[in-house]
């Protein structure tokens, strides 16, 4: 079973318009952290945002929210005011704290954001 | 720091030869993982290190595949004999074992075997 689903291969969206980019997660684990990077075409992966399961509060960077709904395991990125260095490749991982594998980065497959002038 | 490195960044090879990628982790991280990202897989997590033991291997594909960690800062990963389906991007990266622990990826290396 998937433990990372990204469900939009890829998506668009108008220069300075907000995007959401969808992820749900599957574990039993109570104690996990999620993890977004963003691959640009030139081909590294950059850390955006973390966010714990016991995090009271949606995290932020900037322009980066996560919109954590526990409940239904579901960790959005949503990226406020697009610009074009935005188009680029978005994954979803996680973390699971408590596994006997804790040192692993589960991935989902993806998001290919593009971002229209 | 110089974040994490990894060489050669570009490497074509023919069919049969060996191919050796290297990697140096930001001094202080525990942990070392190799993944490789091709279109058809996305990324795969091959192998992973901790305080450089290897941990969790079950993602190397083949016997053809092996991972070294002879230090803390330095780790390879050897193919002897490279096939075409090897070819791919193959990145490096880093974490510590506490707190949030994200994953510090290298530039990757980017394999063709011919």
């Known amino acids: 079973a998937q433990k990372i689903t990204q469900t939009q291969p890829g998506m668009f969206v108008q220069e300075k318009e907000a995007v959401t980019l969808d992820c749900t997660y599957d574990t039993s684990d109570p104690s996990y952290g999620l993890f977004w990077y963003k691959q640009p075409s030139s081909g590294e992966m950059i850390f955006l945002i973390y966010q714990g399961s016991y995090d009271q509060q949606n995290a932020t960077e900037g322009r980066y929210s996560l919109n954590f709904q526990k409940a239904r395991k579901s960790a959005n990125l949503v990226i406020s005011a697009s610009q074009l260095g935005d188009s680029a490749m978005y994954f979803c991982?996680?973390?699971?704290?408590?596994?006997?594998?804790?040192?692993?980065?589960?991935f989902g497959q993806g998001t290919t954001l593009q971002v229209k002038p | 720091d110089a974040g994490v490195i990894q060489s050669p960044r570009h490497e074509v090879t023919e069919m049969g030869q060996e191919v050796t990628l290297r990697c140096k982790p930001i001094s202080g991280h525990d942990y070392l993982f190799w993944y490789r990202q091709t279109m058809m897989r996305g990324l795969e997590l091959l192998i992973y290190?901790?305080?450089?033991?290897?941990?969790?291997d079950s993602g190397m594909p083949e016997d053809r595949f092996s991972a070294k960690m002879p230090n803390a800062s330095f780790s390879t990963l050897k193919i002897q004999p490279s096939e075409p389906r090897d070819s791919a991007v193959y990145f490096c990266a880093s974490s510590l074992r506490v707190g949030r622990a994200e994953q510090f990826f290298g530039p990757g290396t980017r394999l063709t075997v011919l």
């Open positions: 991982a996680m973390r699971e704290f408590l596994s006997s594998n804790t040192g692993k980065l589960i």
């Open positions: 290190f901790n305080n450089n033991v290897p941990i969790d």
